[in-house]
């Protein structure tokens, strides 16, 4: 693995269904990030982790949960999901929290029918 | 809240030409970044800066802090350069918070 990796890199699912987004990182980063992007909204932040065995909320968090088990992984979950979730989903990290510069994962281009 | 402005939102340029893309925000920060997508999804830094000027290759960002205000310019453009452009700052100032994202400038450079 090199950097941050996705999967799947795309996914059709059906309204109602439990969706889990996978990320991991092998740079030893502390912060991960979820965010979705849509057209004309620009990338907006789900949820994030300082650290591993923490998280938090961000812009839009409502119908995603995030865990944090250990420094490399940081699986996005979608319990039930809506057409609404139709997006595109980065995941992210950073050495730390906050300003530093962040390395984006290529992406999940999920569709909720 | 930290709220983040870019212009212009398309911009078409020929081959050569110098592009210069706008970004500005609300609240005084200690550090903006600017990212760059292309055309495939992939998002990539190009910069973060904190004051005066940065330069790789032929991108060069800058920043004026009392003015919130940043530029990102590209001499010599290129098709390759078509991409969208995007800064991005924390959400409450300073270095507080999660970063929060310009809504982009899609840029493209015709042969």
Known sequence: IAGITQAPTSQILAAGRR??????????????????????LGLRLIHYSNTAGTTGK???????????ANTDDFPLTLASAVPSQTSVYFC???????????YFGPGTRLTVL | KNEVEQSPQNLTAQEGEFITINCSYSVGISALH????????GIVSLFMLSSGKKKHGRLIATINIQEKHSSLHITASHPRDS????????????SQGNLIFGKGTKLSVKP
């Open chain 1, 19 to 40: 969706m889990t987004l996978r990320c991991t990182q092998d740079m030893r980063h502390n912060a991960m990030y979820w965010y979705r992007q849509d057209l004309g």
């Open chain 1, 58 to 68: 961000g812009e839009v968090p409502d119908g995603y949960s995030v865990s944090r």
């Open chain 1, 92 to 102: 992210a990290s950073s050495d730390s929290l906050g300003t530093d510069t962040q």
């Open chain 2, 34 to 41: 600017w990212l760059q997508q292309h055309p495939g999804g």
């Open chain 2, 83 to 94: 991409a969208v452009y995007i800064c991005a700052v924390p959400n409450y100032g300073g």
